[in-house]
């Protein structure tokens, strides 16, 4: 029981660790964003922002998942 308790926990903290490195980009990313666009307050800039967020998104995942293949 004190091993599972113990791996509960770890991953809980990788999980929280994760969500706070997520929303530093996310800010980091926005700012950069909103200097490049300073109006981007908009609902036309927001897209704009969630479709390149989702290409750079798309880009890496296959870059670290060619790496896993390459692995294997």
Do not use: C, H
Request: hydrophobic residues 60%.
């Amino acid at each position: 029981m004190g091993r599972k308790l113990l791996e509960q926990v770890v991953t809980l903290f990788t999980a929280a660790t994760g969500v706070m490195a997520a929303l530093a980009w996310n800010d980091a990313v926005q700012a950069l964003f909103n200097s490049v666009f300073p109006k981007g307050e908009g609902i036309k800039e927001r897209f704009i922002f969630a479709i390149m967020i989702t290409a750079v998104a798309v880009i890496i995942t296959t870059i670290f998942a060619s790496f896993l293949d390459e692995e294997s």
